[in-house]
């Protein structure tokens, strides 16, 4: 063979040449791929000796971390883009009782029947929280609506101000005590040692759900932990006695329906509702209880490998922190699924579409039947006769707010999910039936339904007077939160404009 290569290099001196100048070439380019390697390495080895601060206690303003880890900073400021919308979700704003107005009714007399808006990305928390209707106009004439607690799911401030103030003075008040206070969005010191940049919990709410439910914290892998970071905030949760300090009802367990048990032998509700009179439970976003149900979570995945999932850059691997929906980057489901873009995301449609066929069914029926109870209260049924319907109601609606409340459940726990959405059908059929005998009983043979085909109707409806509620938060917003931000940047609580 090298005989044959000598020959053809004699015969035609233009190949020797040519071997040459690709050899050089070759080891050229092995130089450059050795220097960027050592270069690489050395980074990733400063990453953490090249800190540019030292951060110390609870530093609630990301941006100073941002200095020491620059690209996950600039993907967690990512959570501030809108500009994605897959076929049922997506980062940007939308206004769920214009589209589902059945949920005005579900929801009379709780303050979610006046806004409620699909969640976006976490820049937006304090924003979102500031502006709903449902904090109210907390100032020197109104009240408060909420309390305290209600910072706990929006800012790394929250824990800086339990630390100063101690866990106790920090849920005693209300929520607009802290409005120069809690003012930078969900970010690194809710999830981070600032020492280790170990993932670490920084809400004892979570530590203490996991002694309710008898498991250790403490011993949780680290892959556990990169689901845990997100169990902070996406469970379920209620506001426990006067001091309303946040409690995870998992006592009994974390399914549906162990935690209804824990609630039903505590006579706990959230509130009375205004048409039935029901003792009514909200559920708040159990995305972490249903997720563990799921086929992710048994086969040892965790929130992070698609919320938070790795990416490459300049040879450093590091996280992603634009935490969205990952149907923007589906790449991220095939580092596991040999399977095309189309139909990985077609698989998380149909589970969706399948759930919400139910979901869309229970909300009319069930509005329906808080109306029927409505009218039978008013023919003059009495309490004995109307006991098990209260309970119907009352159970049907926590498994549907229960399976809905978790925006990602019907992909998480597709199974799961759909099961809990039967059973309040079925609870809200079975409701329905024992009015249709009560109204027959008191005389009732042709109940309609009113109009509540859109959000300003089912409004108007269950007695809310929206045009005074919004012109009020209009003024409140302008009155009051340029005064919160400047005492914020004053007491240097905020680094840049938000
Ligand atoms: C400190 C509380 C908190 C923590 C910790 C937290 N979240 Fe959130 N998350 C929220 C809140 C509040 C929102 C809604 C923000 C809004 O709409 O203004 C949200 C929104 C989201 C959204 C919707 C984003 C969009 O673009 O629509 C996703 C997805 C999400 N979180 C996933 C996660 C994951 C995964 C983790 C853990 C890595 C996590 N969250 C940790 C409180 C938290
Ligand atoms: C909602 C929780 C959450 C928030 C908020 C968060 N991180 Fe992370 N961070 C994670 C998770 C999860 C990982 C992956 C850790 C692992 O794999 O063990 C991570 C990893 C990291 C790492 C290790 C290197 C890497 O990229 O994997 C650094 C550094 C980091 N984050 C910096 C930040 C900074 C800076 C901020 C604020 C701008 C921030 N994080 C906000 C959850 C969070
Ligand atoms: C196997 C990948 C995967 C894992 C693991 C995962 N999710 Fe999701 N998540 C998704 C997908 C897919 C969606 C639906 C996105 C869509 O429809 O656009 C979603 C949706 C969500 C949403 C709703 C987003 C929105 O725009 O309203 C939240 C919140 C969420 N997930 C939180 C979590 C939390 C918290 C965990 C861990 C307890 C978790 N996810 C684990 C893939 C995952
Ligand atoms: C870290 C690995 C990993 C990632 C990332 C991942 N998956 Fe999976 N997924 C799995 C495993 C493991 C199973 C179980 C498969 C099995 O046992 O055959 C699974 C199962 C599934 C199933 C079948 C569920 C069932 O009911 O059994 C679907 C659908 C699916 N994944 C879709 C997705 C989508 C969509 C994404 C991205 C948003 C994604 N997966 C991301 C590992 C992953």
Not at 46 to 70: A, M, Q
Not at 114 to 121: A, K, N, Q
Not at 188 to 214: E, Q
Not at 407 to 434: C, K, N, W, Y
Request: charged residues 25%.
């Amino acid at each position: 063979m090298f005989t044959k290569l000598a020959e053809s290099i004699k015969n035609r001196p233009i190949i020797g040449w040519g071997i040459f100048l690709a050899t050089m070439f070759i080891v050229f380019l092995l130089g450059l791929f050795a220097a960027s390697i050592t270069e690489r390495r050395a980074e990733i080895a400063t990453l953490f000796n090249n800190k540019k601060v030292d951060i110390e206690g609870i530093e609630s303003r990301n941006e100073i971390w941002g200095e020491n880890y620059p690209r996950q900073f600039n993907t967690w400021e990512k959570t501030a883009d809108m500009d994605f919308r897959s076929k049922h979700l997506g980062n940007m704003p939308e206004d769920a009782l214009e589209n589902r107005p059945e949920m005005v009714v579900l929801w009379a007399g709780y303050a979610f029947s006046r806004d409620y808006r699909v969640p976006r990305g976490h820049m937006y928390a304090i924003e979102d929280v500031r502006a709903t209707l449902r904090t109210g106009t907390p100032d020197a004439e109104t009240p408060d609506m909420q309390p305290a607690a209600c910072w706990m799911c929006k800012t790394p401030d929250m824990p800086r101000l339990v630390h100063e103030l101690g866990i106790e003075n920090f849920y005693k008040t209300m929520w607009s005590a802290y409005g120069d206070e809690a003012v930078n969005p969900i970010g690194c010191a809710d999830c981070h040692d600032p020492k280790t940049m170990n993932l670490t919990i920084t809400r004892s709410a979570l530590v203490d759900g996991f002694n309710n439910w008898g498991k250790d914290i403490t011993k949780a892998t680290p892959q556990e932990m990169r689901s845990l970071v997100c169990a902070q905030c996406h469970v379920e949760y209620y506001f426990k006695g006067t001091d309303k300090v946040p409690t995870f009802p998992w006592h009994k367990g974390i399914t549906v329906e162990e935690m209804e048990q824990y609630y039903d032998e505590i006579a706990y509700y959230d509130w009375i509702h205004t048409l039935s009179k029901a003792p009514m439970l909200k559920a708040q976003h159990p995305d972490y209880e249903l997720f563990l149900l799921g086929p992710h979570a048994q086969r040892g995945l965790s929130c992070a490998d698609c919320h938070v999932p790795y990416i490459s850059e300049g040879g450093i691997k590091y996280s992603n922190h634009q935490v969205m929906s990952p149907l923007k980057n589906i790449s991220v489901c095939q580092t596991c699924h040999r399977d095309s873009e189309e139909n990985l995301r077609n698989y998380v449609y149909q589970y969706q579409d399948k759930t919400f066929e139910v979901r869309d069914r229970v909300e009319k029926e069930l509005a329906r039947a808080h109306i029927m109870a409505k009218t039978a209260w008013e023919k003059g049924a009495n309490e004995k006769e109307m006991a098990t319907v209260m309970q119907l109601l009352r159970h049907a609606q926590w498994r549907w707010d229960f399976a809905v409340a978790s925006h990602g459940g019907s992909f998480h726990a597709p199974v799961e999910t759909q099961r809990i959405l039967a059973h309040s059908l079925d609870r809200t059929m079975q409701a329905q039936l024992e009015l249709q005998k009560i109204l027959f009983a008191h005389g009732i043979t042709d109940f309609k339904i009113p109009d509540i085909s859109s959000k300003a109707k089912a409004q108007e409806y269950i007695g809310l007077d929206m045009k005074t509620l919004t012109q009020k938060k209009d003024k409140w917003k302008e009155a009051v939160i340029p005064k919160w931000i400047e005492e914020a940047k004053k007491k240097e609580r905020l680094i840049a404009e938000k």
